[in-house]
């Protein structure tokens, strides 16, 4: 018999926080192409802080981190683009704050 063990899921927290970082990254790809630039690899960490009472997602921080050898991607059109057209980050951004911070690093 297969199955998942209760432990391994992810909680609904988990997942809530999953979906803004896939909307993120998948914001870079679609806006690499149509500011072209060239990135070889995204990472995003992203936390959140949840309130008790009542259980509500209060926070989001994200750092989100392109590698590239492109000198020139204007990071802080990048974010306006996500901030402005990202489906999931404007669902959140309704019900609680979000922060966070675009940074390149060249590859190696």
């Known amino acids: 018999m297969t199955g998942f063990f209760v432990s391994a899921l ?3 927290a988990e997942l809530f926080l999953g979906a ?26 992203v936390n959140g802080a949840r309130l008790e009472n009542p259980p509500r ?9 392109i590698q590239s050898c492109d000198n020139k991607i204007n990071t802080a059109l990048l974010k ?7 489906t999931i980050y404007n669902t959140m951004k309704i019900s609680c704050s979000i922060s966070g911070i675009i940074n390149t690093v060249n590859n190696i």
């Open 10 to 12: 992810p909680n609904p």
């Open 20 to 45: 803004f970082a896939a909307c993120m990254l998948k914001n870079v790809e679609r806006f690499s192409d149509i500011m072209k630039f060239a990135y070889t690899n995204a990472i995003l960490e």
């Open 57 to 65: 997602m209060d926070n989001i921080d994200y750092n989100l981190t």
């Open 80 to 86: 306006k683009n996500i901030e402005k057209f990202g």
